[in-house]
């Protein structure tokens, strides 16, 4: 370990907090060059002390204790110098990364005494784990950055080519960072979206240390489910809107990756889910802080979005549910759901990949920070925004349960898509109390929640079952006359089930009086 007397120099105390605000995107296609002709680096100040081949060593023990803990610590050498990096995660960080960030020069080795006011102190005070600490993987980059005044911010530019190599495997890719200097984290998402012009930009999460751990996994990526939503106690709707919001929208763009290069139908579920969890976060809050003109364009084009990953969604749950009938299904249906699965997948593709797809991500993540909701100043809209989130969420829950436990007494004479949309209704329920469950933490709280949400998942899966063989014939016309006895069997069965999961539904308490 380096000498800690006078061989190093702290270029970022510990005690002062250090932020780093950072957008990821990964170049969809081409390289870096493509972006150097847009006319906004073309003008733009190079940075030549920031630019070159960087090497970095990433440390961390045999368990990854650091990286469960957020926390990354890597020394990066450039130029013939030796820069050590503690990085932390915000548990409420954005899409825009937001980190703790620590820098020291040190002469090669790990400095351990730089950690002193750092999250990673407290991990390296038990001297078996920081004994344990050694390199784990290596990131070569090439780098060309520049500085860019956008905005009335400053914004350095990086883009780079780099790989990510562990003991057996690598993997190479491409990608810029926006790291923001000076002014708003939303002048990162309008740059963004300008660049995007020259070559299609996808928004990412995954940070270079990531990519390194990803390497390091003896089994596949698995698909990512919703991370829970903590609230601060005295959350505003604004607060809760935005932390609400962003978990939605990571959700998605984390399994973006699965679905492109899988078409992993468990990842296509989860990457939906993450978006209809937007939505109807969109819904619980329109009428309180989203009822403005952009919002509702918002709503469009996620609805957009989210009907071009419908189809092949369907068609999963379809083939599944023809595989679980009673007997055996005909050979030659399954290959013409597997045929029409395959079409379906490559239109998904299709769209994940155009560049509309991925201005449509940006704005929303621009919109979700700092969209005309947050930034309006007219006295209503502030008051909307600094409204307590408990006392909305209390309102908008009595006012969604008791229209559900209506239309749920007459389950029988609805329409199949009156149904369905009960479902929806069901569902944004759901996630809403998903959302808003740490505001109510009493025990009494907690035992109707888990009373409540599990009827609530009961019923909005049987309900799915029925919806499934009502459209199964519109997705494969072919099928409309499948087995007609089964499923009618099913179809009954199913309604019996949903009709008893009402009536214990219409019992239930009410967890946030």
Known sequence: MSDPKGRRKRTSSPAEQP???????????????????????????????????????????????????????????????AIQTIKAEDNHRGIAMDRGEWETSVNGELDFAAAAGTPLEA??????????????????????AFEVEFDDALIEVALDRAKASGEKDAIMFSEMELEL???????????ARSLNEAAPLRLSTVAKSERGYRLLQKEPVRPFKAEK?????????????QVIARSCLAQMLQNEPLVRQAQDPAALHQMRVGLRRLRAALSLFRTQLLSDAESAAIKEDLRWAGQAMGTARDLDVFLERLRSLDSEPDGSQVDEV????????????????????????????AWI???????????????????????????EFTRRFKRIRKLGKLLRELSDEERHELRIRIKK??????????????????????????ILEDIQEMLGELNDLAVGGSLVPSLQEISPERLERQREKLLDKSEAA??????????WL
């Open 19 to 81: 932020r780093e605000v950072e957008l990821k995107l990964e170049l969809a296609s081409g390289g870096p060059d493509t972006l150097l002709e847009h006319r906004i680096l073309a003008g733009a100040q190079s940075l030549p002390d920031q630019s070159g081949h960087l090497h970095a060593v990433y440390f961390d023990t045999d368990d990854h204790a650091l990286r469960r803990e957020g926390i990354s610590l890597r020394i990066r050498r450039r130029n013939g110098k």
């Open 181 to 191: 200097r000076r002014g708003s984290a939303t002048s990162l998402f309008a740059l």
């Open 338 to 365: 597997e045929r029409r699965r395959a079409q379906a997948y490559e239109e998904l593709l299709e769209t994940l990949e155009s560049r509309r797809f991925m201005d449509v991500v940006l704005q929303a993540a």
């Open 369 to 395: 920070e700092s969209g005309a909701w947050m930034t309006a100043d007219d006295k209503g809209r502030r008051q909307a925004r600094e409204h307590p989130a408990r006392d909305f969420a209390s309102s």
């Open 429 to 454: 329920l759901r996630y809403g109390v998903e959302f808003f469950a740490s505001l109510f933490p009493s025990a009494k709280a907690q035992k109707r929640r888990k009373t409540l949400l599990a």
């Open 229 to 241: 939503v903590e609230l601060r106690k005295k959350a505003s709707c604004a607060d809760a809107f």
């Open 123 to 144: 991990l390296i005070s038990d001297r078996e784990v920081r004994d344990s600490i050694k390199p784990v993987f290596e990131v070569e980059t090439e780098r060309k």
């Open 502 to 511: 009402m009536k214990s539904l219409s019992k239930a308490e009410p967890f």
